[in-house]
């Protein structure tokens, strides 16, 4: 167990609709970050916040938000779905921008 | 663009044996890398990392590396594998510079150790 936690495990929802994932970092630790995971792209960096700012951006889409709370916990919102965003969704946290990063057990999502 | 290569897509051994898999990265600069290991229908686990200093890093459960900065090679490997360690091995390289925190993965390697 890494300490990061993510809810919900699993969701299924159907195109065009809206969700939000949500993800509490280890204890003490200020960045988050969100990764897709997708047979055929891999792993890919989706978004970076650090304490409550968001610091930097990878291949998220427009349709796709993320933020951070004054608790540090965060939220990925994922809006007018398509098939193709049927992914795994992992949080990582970090005690700082730099330092190694621990990930969460990951929301899988399924669009239908 | 950065990126990260991992050599085999799919290695089965038998258990005892040895295991090498092979990552390379782009260059760009000083670089922080990682190995993680996901067990099937697990999280990403964190096998090791590499900062500085000295090249050949241990990890957990017997798993070592080997930076070789002239090469771009970050290799993971392990004298006697076990059945127990059948997962998915993923590479990663953090880029050092102005807002490149993130990790860049490479694509897997499955691992299938047979009995």
């Known amino acids: 167990d890494s300490g990061v936690t993510q809810t919900p495990k699993h969701l299924i929802t159907a195109t065009g609709q809206r969700v939000t994932l949500r993800c509490s970092p280890r204890?003490?630790?200020?960045?988050v970050y969100w990764y897709q995971q997708s047979l055929d792209q891999g792993l890919q960096f989706l978004i970076q916040y650090y304490n409550g700012e968001e610091r930097a951006k990878g291949n998220i889409l427009e349709r796709f938000s993320a933020q951070q709370f004054p608790d540090l916990h965060s939220e990925l919102n994922l809006s007018s779905l398509e098939l193709g965003d049927s992914a795994l969704y992992f949080c990582a946290s970090s005690v700082g921008r730099q330092e190694t990063q621990y990930f969460g057990p990951g929301t899988r999502l399924l669009v239908l | 663009a950065q990126s990260v290569s991992q050599h085999n897509h799919h290695v089965i051994l038998s258990e005892a044996a040895s295991l090498e898999l092979g990552c390379n990265y782009s260059?760009?600069?000083?670089?922080?890398l990682f190995w993680y290991v996901q067990y099937p229908g697990q999280h990403l686990q964190l096998l090791l990392k590499y900062f500085s200093g000295d090249p050949l890093v241990k990890g957990i459960k017997g798993f070592e590396a080997e930076f070789i900065k002239s090469k771009f090679s970050f290799n993971l490997r392990k004298p006697s594998v076990q059945w127990s360690d059948t997962a998915e091995y993923f590479c990663?390289?953090?880029?050092?510079?102005?807002?490149?925190?993130?990790?860049?993965f490479g694509k897997g390697t499955k691992l299938s150790v047979i009995p």
């Open positions: 204890s003490g630790d200020l960045s």
């Open positions: 260059y760009g600069g000083t670089v922080n």
């Open positions: 990663a390289v953090k880029y050092s510079g102005a807002g490149s925190y993130q990790l860049t």
